[in-house]
């Protein structure tokens, strides 16, 4: 049952039903067309519309003409629901491919169509399920390493930091010897960077 509901199946099945609906149309405006004609004077205007059209167009191309524009119609009629469930298909997989997932999948066709439909859903959970303990994992990793530096450390931090914007702050102040001063706050900062790259090391070393 599966191998004939496939696309091209189905397309196949709305062109048969579009031609079918089509020469019934067509054999139906026959005979109207043939007994508004038996029943119409000589001289009215239907049947002088019929002669002219027949001289000059023929009529095989109007039969042709008018068979044709209801296929055409039918035709796309019953192909929107494809249409739109393919649609729906390429929305799902571009915002599947840009953003990770998508919100919305709707198909309405069987078969191939409905198989699409159902792995992408399937991918879809997959990857909202990873996203999710992903998220998870990153916040017990964090709460960790936050539980695993205690307030002494932060406070040792905190004092460093003080510290090099003390330094910098007097720098700013200059005094009675520019160069010198310069000198010396490079120095300084020098001295409280490596000692905060040790309590760093440290830190990370003891975790």
Known sequence: MKRLLTVRSGYLYIVVG???ISGISLFIVYRAFVFLYSHSAPDSLLVRLSHWLMNHIGKTPIAVLIFLTVFTGMFMLRS???ADDIKSLLSAAEELAD?????????????ELKELAAHLRRINRTEAFSSKND???SNMEMEASGAQLGNEEVM???LRMKSLLRIVEDGE?????PEKTEQLRVEAIKREALGMERFLESLITSS
């Open 80 to 82: 929107q629901k494809t």
């Open 18 to 20: 579009s031609a079918l």
């Open 99 to 111: 953003k990770g997932s998508f919100e919305k999948l709707e198909v309405m066709s069987g078969g």
């Open 156 to 158: 040792a931090l905190i």
């Open 173 to 177: 102040a200059g005094g009675d010897n």
């Open 135 to 137: 998220l998870q994992t």
